[in-house]
């Protein structure tokens, strides 16, 4: 029922800033948790951030809080990741995901998008 894609990834120099955004498609997306998440080749898919449906409250991650903000505009179906002062332990592919209830951190997410990478240089 939902479909996303992100978009918006490339290669920055360390300290510099980033915004990564995801598309959904489907009419129940303003009632899901948005996250993103990331993995880095040989690691595990880590919980980056996460947002309610009414994105009144928001979740980040130990290693990206203070740096990262996700939003998101509901009736543009778009979930945004702002990433400032990005660090080379931030390169990895960044993956929009949805799912129904609270935000977690763990990978239990119902949609997923294809990801797009994120390479920062040192």
């Known amino acids: 029922q939902v479909q996303l894609a992100e978009s918006g990834g490339g290669l920055v120099q360390a300290g510099g800033s980033l915004s990564v955004s995801c598309a959904a498609s489907?009419?129940?997306?303003?009632?899901?948790?948005m996250g993103w998440f990331r993995q880095a080749p040989g690691k595990e898919r880590e919980f980056v951030a996460g947002?309610?449906?009414?994105?009144?409250?928001?979740y980040y991650g130990d290693s990206v809080k203070g740096r990262f903000t996700i939003s998101r505009d509901n009736a543009k179906k778009m979930v945004y990741l702002q990433m400032n002062s990005l660090k080379p332990e931030d390169t990895a592919v960044y993956y929009c995901?949805?799912?129904?209830?609270?935000?977690?951190?763990?990978?239990?997410?119902?949609?997923w998008g294809q990801g797009t990478q994120v390479t920062v240089s040192s």
């Open positions: 947002i309610s449906w009414s994105g009144g409250t928001t």
């Open positions: 995901a949805g799912r129904r209830g609270t935000v977690v951190v763990t990978t239990a997410y119902e949609y």
């Open positions: 489907g009419r129940t997306f303003s009632m899901y948790t």
